[in-house]
């Protein structure tokens, strides 16, 4: 083998390796929530589990950071949101649902413990535990612009999720969350010019089309939380979201 064949077979094995070392991780979507986004057991199930099976996880990671339980406040309080943080990287993407846990007044109490305070204001409420610990409590819609923000300072893109309705009818028709958590959701997307998927109405309205019957048949247990199938629908209403969000990079990795 002369020199210059041998020269360029070496520079073309450099080349290789090296654009193997610094090719880019694959994009990772981050799903942060309450039970309703992620409650494995027999019964129930959140959407952030089927939703994987959505997307082209060759070029994506879907990772469900959801945790049940948790309100806008106790998953920041608890660090949860910093484990997340701590991995989110330029490129990747959040969605967070949040709203089923957050609605107790607030304070030191078992019930109190997950509340926030309504709307989207810059309002506090100074709690004191027992063991001498100070909190200061914030609005849902502050503690959802904080994870928007956060997002976007590590170069991820925020898309704020509405909470999926409950089994409740009224008069026929689903209750709707547009008048509190859905519309303070909305709000602070709007305000901080990051996506919205309206998760609560695009569920609301296929429920009622379905009527009431049919869509006791996806809550075993409560009036919360969806079996499998429920928790299908709910996966598939995110997806509906997520294809009508203009200029939405998200919409590339779905299946």
Not at 226 to 246: D, F, H, M, P, W
Request: hydrophobic fraction near 40%.
């Amino acid at each position: 083998m002369n020199s210059p064949t041998l020269k360029f077979l070496l520079v073309a094995a450099i080349m290789m390796v090296t654009f193997d070392f610094i090719k880019p991780a694959k994009p990772t979507l981050h799903i942060i929530g309450d039970s309703t986004v992620r409650n494995l057991n027999k019964e129930t199930w959140g959407w952030g589990t089927p939703i994987a099976l959505l997307f082209d996880t060759t070029k994506i990671t879907v990772e469900n950071n959801a945790i049940a339980g948790r309100s806008t406040r106790t998953y920041l309080s608890e660090g949860r949101w910093d484990q997340v943080l701590q991995t989110l990287k330029p490129g990747d993407f959040v969605t967070m649902q949040f709203g089923h846990n957050d609605g107790s007044v607030p304070d030191t109490t078992k019930a109190g413990r997950r509340g926030v305070l309504k709307g989207t204001g810059e309002e506090i409420k100074v709690l004191t535990w027992p063991d001498g610990k100070v909190e200061t409590v914030h609005t849902y819609g502050w503690y959802l612009r904080k994870f928007v923000r956060d997002t976007k300072a590590k170069g991820a893109t925020p898309i704020v999720v509405s909470m999926i309705p409950r089994n409740e009818f009224k008069n026929g028709k689903v209750i709707r969350a547009d008048q509190d958590f859905g519309k303070w959701a909305a709000t602070v997307a709007k305000e901080e010019n990051a996506y919205f998927v309206d998760l609560n109405k695009i569920v609301a309205d296929q429920y009622d089309a379905m009527g009431p019957e049919k869509v006791k048949a996806f809550f075993p247990g409560d009036h919360t939380h969806t079996n499998l199938e429920g928790a299908k629908l709910n996966a598939q209403s995110v997806v509906k979201g997520i294809k009508k969000l203009k200029s939405c990079k998200l919409k590339n990795y779905l299946l």
